[in-house]
């Protein structure tokens, strides 16, 4: 013998079978929503990518700037070999932020090597369907593959920007953090601190060996390993006092970009 519902009962089942689905959609989209960057302002995206090299080659650069639906076009085609664009994720972390902005160039190899992943990352955050720790897998095994190679010459990435807001620790801490920190990146892959002479696990007060790829993939493994050499304190000082306007636009576009050194905190 079937038991029969009564119709109150059957409004109760449905309105809960609604609550629930509404309730699951909402988290969901909730959830989902967290991948999806806030678009810079053209003018200020192409000015803040472009402090990242030296001036004299910023005329001849090829600009990307970032479509949070799509994820890096070209804005700007140049003309000898160097690509400037605003980082906005760190695949190595496994996480999407809305607060890592970090201005970046690479030599015409670093572009054909390095840059390539970093397109990949923005397109694959981009459509949405992955999340943090995904990405950084496939990238994983697009290393292990041999799909992503290290750069095959000597060259330099330059993050010359007066302002930076970036990853300070491993992938294991996910601390981040705004510096006013220009340097040089040198293409490094299979180097270490040891080989360098900066020992213990490379002190801050000198060149010094950063390749998180190590830390996920083992010793040498890593494919996109630099040698880093900060800026020197008159030329970092030189560098933060030509971009005070730019500075000025990027607090007040985002409050995170203040600091002491901006004589904004």
């Not at 190595?92 to 840059?115: K, P």
């Not at 923005?122 to 750069?151: C, E, H, W």
């Not at 830390?215 to 030329?235: H, N, Q, V």
Request: charged residues 20%; hydrophobic residues 40%; aromatic residues 10%.
């Amino acid at each position: 013998m079937k038991t029969k519902i009564k119709p109150a009962k059957k409004c109760l089942q449905a309105f809960l079978l609604f609550f629930f689905l509404f309730i699951s959609t909402v988290c969901l989209a909730q959830k989902s929503a967290d991948w999806q960057l806030e678009k810079m302002p053209a003018a200020l995206e192409t000015d803040f990518a472009l402090s990242s090299l030296p001036p004299q080659l910023r005329p001849g650069a090829t600009v990307y700037l970032l479509d949070p639906n799509k994820g890096y076009y070209v804005a700007r085609k140049g003309s000898n070999g160097f690509v400037c664009y605003v980082n906005r994720t760190g695949w190595e972390w496994g996480e999407f932020r809305q607060d890592m902005v970090a201005a970046m160039s690479f030599d015409a190899e670093g572009a054909r090597t390095i840059f390539r992943v970093d397109m990949d990352v923005a397109a694959m955050r981009a459509s949405g369907k992955f999340t943090g720790p995904q990405v950084r897998n496939l990238v994983l095994d697009r290393i292990r593959k041999g799909i992503y190679k290290a750069p095959a010459r000597t060259g330099v990435s330059y993050m010359l920007g007066p302002v930076m807001r970036a990853y300070t620790g491993t992938p294991a801490s996910n601390q981040i953090m705004t510096m006013n920190m220009p340097h040089y990146m040198f293409y490094a892959p299979g180097v270490t601190n040891t080989d360098i002479g900066n020992i213990p696990d490379g002190q801050a007060d000198g060149p010094v060996v950063i390749n998180p790829g190590d830390l996920l993939l083992g010793a040498r493994k890593g494919p996109f390993g630099y040698i880093i050499l900060s800026a020197g304190e008159k030329e970092t000082a030189k560098i933060v006092a030509e971009n005070k306007d730019l500075l000025k636009r990027l607090v007040a576009y985002k409050p995170y970009f203040k600091t002491a050194a901006n004589g904004m905190h």
